[in-house]
């Protein structure tokens, strides 16, 4: 196993404070210590940790940002293309291998890394979703989802009803059911978490094209509607739906609506293309995040046109 351990001292103090709302953020960004690196979703553990995927140079990373202290640790399959990434309650770090069909799981107290075959028709893994010690993962252009049981080592695969669906974002409900966003549609999907049947919810409008979703504590889903520039919700228990233009107006983009406990508030930019795989392609991503009521969290990700001496940066905000 391999490991690439940086600290870094010096910031940018002068981007470093934005105000969102009446609670002002301090944003500190951290240097990502490999050429070309293209950070992925970043996941933060219990303890403040943040993981997160370096997809272009098939690296798990490690942040503390206390320290800012970053390791990483390589894939054991060199180019798995690592995506989307999960903490699970006892700590361990899941993370969707898109390139060759796995998933993985990282140690975090020994950094050891293991890989999981997925079904040979799950070719391209996406989001993954810790429910019930079980992990579940959409399967973007292989248009299916899925469940894997750590214990057994055994996966089991659904397809989407509508052909092209594209399932992309995932998320947990309170009730114990999943929704995911069908991207190549109009559509929202609704998972059984026991049998894993799925039910499709269409959107009001014909050419909306949900990417990224969250279920708040009441059971309300709301979604990003990538190409309107619309954040919609949607009420399981009246079936009505609610959406409101983003200030940038129809051609924002909007790729995430985060929520937890606490209030988040969530806009942002991505112009990446629209199957999500190719980190090799030039790239301008922004994306700005401010949250109230909390310590900290993870801003996102800010990846510029890459070149050889180009570096990628996390960054964290926290309530100042």
């Not at 059984?192 to 279920?215: M, N």
């Amino acid at each position: 196993m391999t490991s690439y351990t940086r600290s870094l001292t010096t910031l940018l103090p002068a981007l470093g404070l934005i105000c969102v709302a009446a609670s002002p953020l301090a944003v500190v960004e951290y240097q990502i210590p490999r050429d070309r690196a293209f950070p992925h979703d970043p996941a933060v553990g219990k303890d403040g940790i943040v993981w997160y995927t370096d997809q272009q140079n098939s690296f798990i990373g490690r942040l503390d940002p206390a320290s800012g202290k970053i390791t990483d640790y390589a894939t054991p399959t060199p180019g798995s293309g690592p995506h989307g990434i999960v903490v699970a309650q006892d700590g361990s770090v899941w993370y969707t291998a898109q390139r060759i069909a796995k998933l993985g799981r990282l140690d975090p107290k020994t950094g050891a890394i293991e890989e999981y075959s997925l079904p040979a028709a799950a070719r391209d893994p996406h989001t993954p979703l810790v429910r019930k010690g079980m992990i579940w993962f959409t399967v973007q252009q292989s248009n299916m989802y899925g469940r894997f049981d750590p214990r057994t080592r055994e996966a089991k695969v659904w397809t989407v009803p509508t052909n092209r669906a594209l399932p992309y974002g995932m998320v947990n409900a309170p009730d114990g059911s999943i929704w995911v966003a069908l991207f190549g549609t109009n559509k929202l999907g609704h998972i059984d978490g026991e049998s894993g049947e799925l039910r499709e919810i269409t959107l009001p409008a014909a050419g909306a094209r949900p990417r990224r979703l969250v279920v708040d504590e009441t059971g309300m889903v709301w979604y990003s509607d990538f190409a309107r520039g619309y954040l919609g919700s949607y009420n399981p228990k009246t079936g009505a739906f609610k959406e409101w233009l983003s200030p940038g107006g129809r051609r924002t983009d909007i790729l995430r609506r985060s929520a937890l406990r606490n209030y988040h508030r969530v806009r942002s930019k991505d112009r990446e293309s629209r199957d999500d795989q190719d980190p090799d392609s030039r790239i301008d991503r922004s994306q700005h995040v401010g949250r109230q009521h909390a310590k900290s969290s993870v801003a996102g990700a800010e990846r510029h046109k890459p070149d050889r001496q180009d570096r990628a940066q996390i960054n964290v905000a926290r309530q100042s």
